[in-house]
C-alpha cells in the first residue's frame, strides 16, 4: 500500500469510509480493501512493506513484533500518549488517528542509528537477531513514554520478549547503560561503542542524549515528537461490507446503537486492546467488531475516595493510577499490594493497551482463567458498573455477581475501588511456573482484619479467594469461617485452618495445568504466608522466611577475557559483522522477501490423533472460502512422499497411518496466509481405529519399540564395555542403583521453520530456514523427482536453530515445492509458533537406569548405565549411540557397560537440540556422583575430586586425556572467582537461619569431547575484486546467529592482511557451496574458518609472489592493498579460490573444558526459585572473537536453564495432541530468569594447537553444564529436607518446575509452625511430619491428571 502524499493532505481529504493511519510519519488511508480483522503486523509487513517488525507467537508472548505507538491521550484533550505495543495484537482499524513507529523509522543505514541500537549492537546484543528489532522498539517506547530510563525500568520492560540466543545479560547491559542509575562500568563501555554518543536523532538530525518526552513538543533531546500530527478521531464510523461490520463510536450511546444492531445469532467483539485473543485464540471468528477506544467516557479516572477507572483504563494506565492513590490517600495503601500484582499480569506491552474490563470479560467467557484482574478487585470489594443496549439505566455489581449476569448486549462502563479500613491486612499472590509473562498456577487475595492486641485475633470473617482451582471456586467459605474469632499466633488455628482449606479446595485435573496436589498445597501454604507475614517479628526469626516472596534483585554480568591482539581481526571482541543490519530491522529472513506476483500461501492441516488411521478428507468446504487455490495432499506428490532423503520414512504427508498428532495431512494454498490459515481449519478429516498412543519411553519399552543402538566401535547392536564391570561390582563395597527422566525441549527458534518455492525456467529455487541447505536440495529432488541441479537452495541467515532446522524444516520445503510444481507459481510457508510446535519434533527426551558400585571414599568401581532415548515415530536423529563418551564427564570409570537405547514413541520424529545427548549423559553421570554423596554423607564436590579422571587413562570411547584441565586449571580459578568455599558457609548459616527459604550452591564440571565427524566438509569461496580489493566470502555454513559469518570474516581479514570493512559475507547457497553439509554441534564455524584461512592463504601466496616480483623490479615500490590486488589482476592471477575443508586438513579432535559454579534460593512454600549467581570458566582456546564466544556461552548456559527448569512439554494422553503448543502453555527463560549475577571467564592463557587459529568451539558446551541448576536446587530442597529429617536420596526428574520444586520439598500443614520449638507442644490433632510421608518422587502428575509429561 502507497502512503498519502503529504501528512497535511489527510485531514480532511481523506475520502468517506476511510480511516487514516500515520506509520513512521507517513499517512495511510485504509477502507474496505483492508480486512476488518487484519492485525497491524500484517498490515506493516504485508501492505506497508516494512518487513522490520517480526512476528511469530500472534500471541502477545514473544514481543518480537513491537512497535510504538502514539495515540490520543483520552484523559487529557489535544495530549497523545505513547507507548510499545505488540503489533500482533492490535487490529490495524483500531489504530485509526494513530501514529505509529517501526524499527525502520528508529534508525537505519541511510539516516544513522540510534543510541539504542548502537548500544545493542556494541555490547554483542544480537545473535540470530530475530528479535532485536522487538528489544529496540520496546525499549525505545519505555525511553518515550517515561522521557528516561532507570536500570529497573530496562528490566522490568522486557519481561515480554524472548531471547534464544543471548542469555539476555548483553541485552540488559546495552540498554542499562543508557540508563540514568546504569552501572559506571557501561556507561563507559557505550562511551568506547564507536560514536555511540554521536548518534543522531533520524527525525531531527540532532544529537540523540538516549532520551525522549512525550509530554513536551520539542524536549531537551531534541527528539521531536510527532504526535502532534496524529489524526484527531471527529467521526463515528461505521463500515459494513456485509461480511464483518466494523464500528467506532465516539460515545456510549453510539456503542449501545452500535450494540443494537447486532443479531442475536451474531458473534460479536469489543476491542479495546485485542489482547483477549492471545489467551483464548478461538474465541472469534466474529462479524461485528466496536471499537471503544474513541469513546472518552470509558477512559474516565476519578481519583478521591472512592476511586473509579473507566472500562478501556490499560493496565498499565491503572498501575499508574494506583501508585499515586497508593500513596496519596491511607485508606487505598492496600493498592501497593495491587501495583504488585498486576505488574505480574501479562507483559508491558499487553499491559499497555490490554482493558482490565477486557480482562474481566475474558473470565466471564471461561471461568477457569485464573484471572489476576478478577481476582485482586474481589478481593477488595469493587463494584462493576454497566450499561444494557436495551436500558436507559445503569447497573452495579460486585465481581461475583459480574460473572453470573448474561453479558450479552451489555458493557462494563466502569469499576469503583472503595477504600479499605486501615489495620485491615490485605495480601495477594500469584505463583507462576516462570517469574514474568506467565499466568498463575494459583493466585489467591486474603484481607483479614485481626487485633494485634488480643493475640492477633481474626475480628471479622475474612475474605480469602482463589484462582486455578476450579472454574466454581473461589472463595474459602470455609476457612473464613473457621478463622473468624481465632488467634493467628495460635499454632493449632494455623495447622487446622490450612487442613480446613485443604479439605474444601478441591483443585481440578486438567491435563494443561499443574497437579491438583501441588495445587492444594499452594493454597495452603499461601494462607501460611499470609499469617507469617502478619504477625512479623511475633513469629520467631528463622520463621520469618515464610511471609516474604523471593526478592529479584537488579541483575548484572562480568565477562573477563584474553585480548589475543596478535593475530587481530581475530582475536578481537568485535560486534557481529550483520549487526547493524539486524538492528534496523534491514537483516533479511524468509518471509522479509517481498512476494512475487502470484505468489501464494499455504497453511497446514494437521492430524488431531496420534495413532489413528485416516478414513477420509473433505476440503470442500475450505475450497469455497474465497481466495482459497487448492488444497495439496500425498496424492500431487510426483516422489518420495518422504522428507527425509534416502532415510527412514517420515511422510511429508499422511496418506492413511497416521503417526503423531500434528502430522501434515495436507496444505491449502491461497492468495494470502490469512485466508490460507483460516481455510485449513474447514477441511474435515475423518478417522478410525484410532487408538490410545504410546508417548512415553516407559509406555513404548512395556510394548517393546524399543532397540539396542548400533554400536558405532563393532557395528553390531551391542552395548559398549570398558573394562571388567562385573568384578569391578563384586569388589564394590557400595552400590547403588536409581533412574532420571529427562524431559524434552522446543527449540524455540524465534524465526518460525518456512520454506518459499519459486519455479524458474531451469527448477525451483528455494528458500528455506535450514541448516543443511545441501539436505534441502536432495530432499526437494525426491520428492518432486527430478534431479539435484534443478534445485537452487539459498540461505541468507536463519533466526536461530539449535538444530532445529537441520532436518525439520524439510517437511515445509517439500510441501511447498509440490504446491509450487501443482500450481506452477511460487508458493510460500511460513508456519506460525502452534503449527510450528506440532508439526515437527523436538529435543529427544530421556531415561537413564544406572547401577553404580563405589568405594567408602565415592571412587567408581564399577557402573551399569543404560540410556533411553524417545526418537518419536522414526529413530534418523537419535543421538544415544554417541553418549559413550560425554557419559565420563571428566571423571574415571574403571568398570563400565553402556546400553543406547532407542525408543519409538507415538510422537513426532525427534531431533538435535544443542548437545543433543551429551548434555543428557552429563547430567547421568552427575546425578550418580549425587547420588554417591548422599550414600555416603559426603559434600558431592568431594565425591567429583575423587574421581577425576588422569592422563593418559584408558576412556570408554574416547581417547586418553593429556591433561585433566578440570582439575588443573579451572577448579581451582572458579573456586577462587567465585568465593567458593566461604560461599559454601554462607549458604549453610543461611539454611540454618531460614527454615522456609533455602539456598544451594553448586558445582558442575565439563569435559567435552571435539571430535570432527569426517562428514563434516564445507565448500568455501573468496573472491577478491579487482575494481577495490574488496572481499566477498561465501561458505556453506548458515549463519544462524552463532557468529560464523563474523568469524569467517575475522579470519580472511587477518590471513588477507587487510581490513575486516573490506571483507563481506554472502549467503550460502547450493552452487557454490554444493555439497556442504549441516550447520551444527559447533562443527560449522571451526570448519569454515578453516577452510577460509585455507583458501585465503592460496590467494594471499599468489598476490605475494607478484609482490616479489614487484619488488624485485623496484624495491621501493609501494603498492597498497588495492593497488596490488589490480596489478594482480592485470597479470592475470586469479583473485578466487574455492577450497572443498575435507580429508586430513581438517582441524584435529580436542577436548574443550568448562565448570560452572552456582548458587539458587527456593520460596520452599511455593517452589519459586532465584538464580543468585552464576560463575563459569570455560576454556576456548585463544578466543577468535570474546564477543561471539561469551554470546555463545551465555545463551547456552540460560538455554539450558530453560530445559531444566520451566520448559515442561505436556501431551493430552488420550490423543497424543502436545499441549505445550504457544507461548501461554511453553515457558522459556525470560530476562528475569537468568542468574541475577552473571560472571563469565574465559580460561586465561589458553590455547589449542589442534584448533582454527588455536581456538576452540563455544557453541554447544555451556548447555551442558546448565545442569548445575538441577544440582543447586537438589541441595537447596535437600536442605529443608533434611530438617524434617529426612536425608534420603530423592530422584530429580526434569525439568524441575516450580511445582515439583514444592512438592519435592514435601511441604505439609504439619510444618506451619510459629518457631523451631512449636514442635514440642503439638496438639494431638496435628502430627510431626513423617518423613516416609514426603514424596520420594512427585510432580510427576501422570497418575493423577490426563497427561504426561516428557
Ligand atoms: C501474553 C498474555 C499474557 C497474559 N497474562 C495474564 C495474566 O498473567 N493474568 C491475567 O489475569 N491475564 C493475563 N492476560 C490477559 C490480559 O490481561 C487480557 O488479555 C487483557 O486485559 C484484555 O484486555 P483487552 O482490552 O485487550 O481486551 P480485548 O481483547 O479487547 O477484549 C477481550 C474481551 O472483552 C470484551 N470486552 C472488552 N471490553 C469490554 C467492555 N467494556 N464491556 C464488555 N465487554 C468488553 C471483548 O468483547 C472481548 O470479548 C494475558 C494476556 C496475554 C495476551
Ligand atoms: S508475534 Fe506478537 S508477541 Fe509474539
Ligand atoms: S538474538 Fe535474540 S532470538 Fe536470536
Given amino acids: 500500500m502507497a502512503p498519502q502524499d503529504t501528512a497535511s493532505g489527510a485531514r480532511g481529504e481523506a475520502p468517506p469510509r476511510r480511516l487514516n493511519i500515520k506509520i513512521n510519519n507517513k499517512y495511510y488511508r485504509i477502507g474496505p480493501e483492508i480486512s476488518k480483522d487484519m492485525p497491524l503486523i500484517d498490515f506493516l509487513r504485508e501492505e506497508v512493506k516494512l518487513p522490520g517488525t517480526k512476528v511469530l507467537c500472534r500471541e502477545g508472548g514473544c514481543g518480537v513484533c513491537t512497535v510504538v505507538a502514539t495515540a490520543p491521550d483520552p484523559e487529557h484533550e489535544g495530549a497523545h500518549k505513547t507507548f510499545g505495543v505488540n503489533a500482533c495484537q492490535l487490529l490495524v482499524y483500531a489504530c485509526a488517528g494513530w501514529s505509529i513507529e517501526t524499527v525502520e523509522y528508529l534508525g537505519n543505514r541511510y539516516d544513522g542509528y540510534h543510541t539504542l541500537q548502537k548500544a545493542l549492537t556494541g555490547f554483542y546484543g544480537t545473535q540470530c537477531g530475530y528479535c532485536s528489532p522487538g528489544m529496540i522498539m520496546t525499549m525505545y517506547g519505555q525511553l518515550k513514554s517515561s522521557g528516561s530510563l532507570t536500570a529497573a525500568q530496562v528490566e522490568e520492560s522486557l519481561d515480554g520478549n524472548l531471547c534464544r540466543c543471548t542469555g539476555y545479560r548483553p541485552i540488559l547491559d546495552a540498554f542499562k547503560s543508557l540508563a540514568e542509575d546504569g552501572d559506571q562500568c557501561l556507561k563507559d563501555k557505550l562511551v ?159 499491559r499497555n493497551t490490554g482493558s482490565w474490563a477486557g480482562n474481566l470479560m475474558l473470565k466471564h467467557k471461561h471461568p477457569e482463567f485464573p484471572s489476576d484482574i478478577f481476582l485482586t478487585l474481589l478481593a477488595v470489594d469493587a463494584q462493576l458498573t454497566l450499561i444494557d443496549a436495551d436500558r436507559t439505566d445503569t447497573t452495579q455489581v460486585d465481581l461475583e455477581t459480574f460473572l453470573r449476569t448474561d453479558m450479552s448486549k451489555r458493557l462494563i462502563t466502569s469499576v469503583i475501588l472503595p477504600p479499605m479500613a486501615q489495620g485491615m491486612q490485605f495480601r495477594t499472590y500469584k505463583i507462576t511456573p516462570r517469574t514474568v509473562n506467565a499466568h498463575a498456577y494459583v493466585n489467591a487475595c486474603f484481607k483479614i482484619k485481626v487485633d494485634p492486641d488480643d493475640g492477633f485475633k481474626v475480628t471479622e470473617t475474612p475474605t480469602i479467594v482463589y484462582g486455578g482451582i476450579h472454574p466454581d471456586f473461589i472463595h474459602a467459605k470455609q476457612t473464613e469461617s473457621f478463622l473468624t474469632g481465632r488467634s493467628l499466633m495460635e499454632v493449632p488455628t494455623i495447622i487446622n485452618a490450612a487442613k480446613v482449606l485443604g479439605k474444601e479446595v478441591k483443585p481440578d485435573a486438567k491435563p494443561q495445568d499443574a497437579s491438583p496436589q501441588y495445587r492444594r498445597s499452594l493454597a495452603q501454604s499461601l494462607l501460611y504466608k499470609t499469617i507469617v507475614s502478619i504477625l512479623g517479628d511475633k513469629v520467631s526469626r528463622e520463621i520469618t522466611s515464610a511471609g516474604t516472596m523471593l526478592e529479584r534483585p537488579l541483575s548484572s554480568g562480568q565477562q573477563e577475557f584474553d585480548m589475543n591482539s596478535d593475530m587481530w581481526p581475530v582475536g578481537k571482541a568485535i560486534p557481529k559483522v550483520e549487526s547493524a543490519t539486524q538492528i534496523s530491522g534491514e537483516a533479511v529472513y524468509l518471509d522479509d522477501i517481498p512476494t512475487l506476483p502470484g505468489e501464494l500461501h499455504g497453511a497446514f492441516v494437521q492430524t488431531k490423533y496420534a495413532k489413528a488411521k485416516l478414513k477420509s478428507t473433505d476440503a470442500s468446504q475450505a475450497l469455497a472460502v474465497p481466495g482459497v487455490v487448492a488444497y495439496i495432499a500425498a496424492r500431487d506428490i510426483p516422489g518420495r512422499n518422504t522428507f527425509y532423503p534416502g532415510g527412514v520414512t517420515d511422510p511429508v504427508f499422511v496418506e492413511e497411518q497416521v503417526n503423531y498428532a500434528g502430522q501434515a495431512i495436507g496444505l491449502i494454498v491461497a492468495k494470502d496466509r490469512e485466508t490460507a490459515v483460516r481455510a485449513a481449519k474447514l477441511v474435515t478429516v475423518e478417522y478410525e481405529d484410532i487408538e490410545k498412543p504410546a508417548l512415553t519411553i516407559d509406555e513404548a519399552v512395556k510394548q517393546g519399540r524399543d532397540e539396542l543402538a548400533v554400536n558405532f566401535a563393532t557395528g553390531k547392536r551391542e552395548a559398549h564395555s570398558l573394562g571388567d564391570v562385573e568384578e569391578g561390582f563384586k569388589k564394590a563395597k557400595n552400590k547403588l542403583e536409581g533412574e532420571l527422566h529427562q524431559g524434552s525441549q522446543f527449540h524455540l527458534t524465534m524465526e518460525a521453520i518456512a520454506a518459499r518455492v519459486v519455479p524458474t525456467e531451469d527448477g525451483y529455487d528455494v528458500f528455506s530456514t535450514t541448516q543443511w541447505p545441501t539436505q534441502t536440495q536432495a530432499t526437494v529432488a525426491e520428492v518432486l523427482d527430478i534431479p539435484a541441479h534443478s534445485i537452487n537452495v539459498s540461505v541468507r541467515r536463519i533466526g536461530g536453530g539449535y538444530g532445529g532446522k537441520i532436518t525439520r524444516q524439510h517437511v515445509v520445503s517439500s510441501a511447498a515445492a509440490v504446491a509450487s510444481r501443482k500450481l506452477r507459481c511460487p508458493v510460500r510457508i511460513v508456519v506460525d509458533l502452534n503449527t510450528h510446535m506440532s508439526l515437527v519434533g523436538w529435543r529427544e527426551p530421556y531415561l537413564s537406569k544406572y547401577e553404580v558400585g563405589f568405594d567408602d571414599d565415592g571412587k567408581f568401581q564399577a557402573l551399569k548405565v543404560t540410556m533411553f532415548s524417545d526418537a518419536g515415530h522414526v529413530p534418523n536423529e537419535s543421538s544415544v549411540g554417541f553418549l559413550a563418551g560425554p557419559l565420563q564427564n571428566a571423571y574415571y570409570v574403571p568398570g563400565l557397560l553402556f546400553r543406547p537405547v532407542i525408543v519409538r514413541t507415538d510422537t513426532a520424529a525427534n531431533t538435535w537440540c544443542r548437545t543433543p545427548g551429551t548434555v543428557e549423559a552429563l547430567a547421568t553421570i552427575e546425578n550418580i556422583i549425587e547420588h554417591i554423596a548422599n550414600y555416603l554423607k559426603k559434600d558431592p564436590m568431594e565425591v567429583r575430586l575423587v574421581n577425576m579422571v588422569e592422563p593418559e587413562v584408558p576412556r570408554l570411547m574416547a581417547p586418553p586425556l593429556e591433561r585433566n584441565v578440570i582439575k588443573d586449571d579451572i577448579l581451582p580459578l572458579l573456586k577462587q572467582k567465585a568465593m567458593y568455599e566461604q560461599r559454601k558457609e554462607e549458604v549453610e548459616a543461611f539454611n540454618k537461619a531460614n527454615r522456609w527459604k533455602k539456598r544451594g550452591l553448586s558445582i558442575v564440571p565439563l569435559w567435552y569431547g571435539y571430535n570432527y565427524p569426517s562428514m563434516f566438509r564445507y565448500g568455501i569461496q573468496v573472491s577478491i575484486y579487482e575494481h577495490d580489493g574488496t572481499v ?311 497418575e493423577s491428571v490426563s497427561c504426561s509429561m516428557n
Fill in 192 to 350: 568506547d561503542i564507536e560514536e555511540a554518543n554521536n548518534a543522531k536523532c533520524p527525525k531531527t538530525g540532532n544529537v540523540c542524549k538516549g532520551k525522549c518526552e512525550s509530554s513536551k513538543e520539542d524536549n531537551e533531546s531534541g527528539c521531536k515528537n510527532e504526535q502532534e500530527d496524529a489524526d484527531p478521531i471527529e467521526e463515528e464510523v461505521e463500515f459494513t461490507d456485509g461480511e464483518i461490520q466494523w464500528y467506532r463510536p465516539l460515545t456510549l450511546v453510539g456503542i449501545k446503537n452500535a450494540l443494537k444492531k447486532i443479531r442475536q445469532d451474531e458473534k460479536y467483539c469489543i476491542v479495546v486492546g485485542n489482547t483477549g485473543q492471545g489467551v483464548y485464540k478461538e474465541d472469534g471468528p466474529y462479524t461485528t467488531y466496536i471499537s471503544t477506544n474513541a469513546v472518552k467516557a470509558l477512559y474516565n479516572v476519578t481519583i478521591g475516595e472512592p476511586l473509579t477507572l473507566g472500562a478501556n483504563v490499560s493496565l498499565s494506565r491503572a498501575i499508574e493510577v494506583f501508585q499515586h492513590v497508593a500513596n496519596a490517600y491511607p485508606n487505598y495503601r492496600y493498592l501497593d499490594a495491587l501495583v504488585r500484582h498486576w505488574k505480574l499480569v501479562a507483559n508491558v506491552s499487553v
Fill in 1032 to 1342: 566477498a566470502v561465501t561458505h556453506g555454513g548458515i549463519e544462524m546467529g552463532q557468529g560464523i559469518n563474523t568469524k569467517v570474516a575475522q579470519v580472511a581479514a587477518h590471513t588477507l592482511d587487510i581490513p575486516i570493512e573490506k571483507v563481506i559475507i554472502k549467503a550460502s547457497d547450493t552452487t557454490v557451496g554444493a555439497n556442504s553439509i549441516v550447520t551444527g554441534g559447533s562443527f560449522g564455524t571451526d570448519i569454515c574458518c578453516h577452510g577460509t584461512k585455507v583458501a585465503c592463504e592460496a590467494i594471499r601466496k599468489r598476490i605475494d609472489a607478484i609482490k616479489s616480483e614487484e619488488l624485485k623490479k623496484d624495491s621501493e615500490k609501494e603498492m597498497s592493498w588495492e593497488q596490488l590486488v589490480k596489478i594482480c589482476h592485470l597479470r592475470d592471477v586469479d583473485l578466487c579460490e574455492r577450497y572443498w575443508t575435507a580429508g586430513k586438513e581438517h582441524p584435529h579432535r580436542y577436548d574443550i573444558w568448562a565448570a560452572c559454579c552456582l548458587e539458587v534460593e527456593i520460596d520452599v512454600l511455593t517452589g519459586q526459585y532465584l538464580l543468585r549467581r552464576a560463575d563459569i570458566v570455560e576454556d576456548c582456546g585463544k578466543s577468535m572473537n570474546p564477543f561471539v564466544d561469551i554470546g555463545q556461552v551465555e545463551g547456552a548456559f540460560v538455554m539450558g536453564v530453560g530445559l531444566y527448569t520451566s520448559e515442561l512439554v505436556k501431551f493430552d494422553v488420550e490423543t497424543g495432541v502436545k499441549l505445550s503448543n504457544g507461548t501461554w502453555e511453553y515457558k522459556p527463560p525470560t530476562a528475569l530468569d537468568i542468574p541475577v549475577d552473571m560472571r563469565v571467564t574465559l580460561l586465561p592463557n589458553a590455547s589449542n594447537p589442534y584448533g582454527v587459529l588455536n581456538s576452540k568451539a563455544t557453541g554447544e558446551p555451556a548447555l551442558c553444564f546448565s545442569y548445575v541448576v538441577v544440582t543447586a536446587l537438589r541441595h537447596a530442597i535437600a536442605a529443608f529436607r533434611a530438617e524434617n529429617g529426612n536425608e534420603d536420596w530423592f530422584e530429580m526428574h526434569t525439568p524441575l518446575t516450580v511445582e515439583k520444586v514444592q512438592q519435592l520439598c514435601g511441604v505439609r500443614p504439619e510444618q506451619f509452625r510459629l518457631s523451631r520449638s512449636d514442635g514440642e507442644t503439638c496438639p494431638d490433632d496435628y502430627q510431626m511430619v513423617d518423613k516416609d510421608d514426603v514424596p520420594a518422587v512427585v510432580g510427576n502428575d501422570e
